[in-house]
């Protein structure tokens, strides 16, 4: 059985105007006042799980085993939409089953799955949930319980086998091709694709074509001259694009779902 370490992580679309956020750290710690709970993104777009989901399976790791992730990017909330509770690499995910957990189950065939029955949960001793606030009345509170150890996810789902896919391709390999997406862009406003630097492992010059312009790799933001592109590795294993002390986003009029190619060499 998987320990708990009591931490607990909260990825929203809610940004930082008003108590929402808040709100539900105080659901928590009312009911477990030992945890640890830390904000890992509230700035995600808003209805764009596909960005939550690339940042909690890019970052779960770095927290300790036991972590409970609560995602919430939820435009079914009120809904007959599912929620699920996953148990992946020793890490709890707790998310709607709207794709945003899909790129992370599709990739382990050793994933746990479970779907919240909130007929279960008797014994918390929940309010009535409204019908647009789930975060604080129903995913809070199943989160402060699982951290505590008093709440299984056995005892709070039936398991799942089936789950709604991701809303983004995974990137075309074809050959010394990688086609892949923007899939985030940072404060910087560096592009941040969906580009697995494993996917380009084998390539002797790799280069990316976007917008039109074709952008030699670095190995670092400082490697380039001020106002010059360039792509690289960064800190997350992806490829993204950047502007040396400038914004990529910004200077080529890019969002997120540009595409994105990496190919073994200039095409021009």
């Not at 991701?166 to 910087?188: L, Q, S």
């Not at 969002?255 to 990496?262: D, F, H, K, M």
């Amino acid at each position: 059985m998987l320990k708990v370490s009591g931490v607990i992580t909260i990825t929203t679309d809610f940004g930082h105007k008003g108590p929402f956020a808040a709100v539900m750290r105080g659901v928590i710690l009312t009911r477990n006042p030992d945890a640890h709970v830390i904000d890992l993104a509230h700035d995600i777009p808003p209805h764009w799980p596909p960005e939550a989901g690339f940042w909690i399976s890019r970052s779960y790791k770095y927290f300790p085993r036991g972590t409970i992730h609560m995602a919430i990017v939820d435009p079914g909330v009120g809904t007959e939409r599912d929620i699920l509770l996953v148990e992946h690499d020793d890490h709890i995910f707790i998310a709607p089953d709207n794709g945003l957990l899909g790129p992370l189950l599709d990739s382990s065939d050793q994933s746990r799955v479970w779907t919240l029955d909130t007929e279960r949960l008797g014994s918390l001793q929940l309010a009535q949930p409204s019908e647009t606030f789930h975060g604080r009345d129903i995913f809070a509170p199943v989160a402060a319980e699982l951290a505590a150890g008093r709440l299984s996810l056995s005892q709070a789902g039936n398991p799942a086998k089936d789950w709604t896919p991701g809303w983004v391709d995974e990137p075309d390999v074809a050959g010394k091709r990688v086609a892949g997406i923007i899939i985030t862009i940072d404060a910087f406003g560096n592009l941040i694709s969906n580009i697995d630097e494993s996917l380009i492992a084998g390539f002797d010059e790799p280069v990316a074509s976007i917008a039109g312009h074709e952008i030699p790799m670095l190995s670092s933001y400082g490697r380039a001259k001020p106002g010059q592109l360039l792509a690289l590795k960064n800190s997350f294993g992806v490829v993204e694009v950047a502007k040396a002390e400038g914004s990529a986003a910004e200077g080529l009029g890019l969002e997120r779902g540009a595409p994105l190619v990496i190919s073994n060499g200039y095409t021009t």
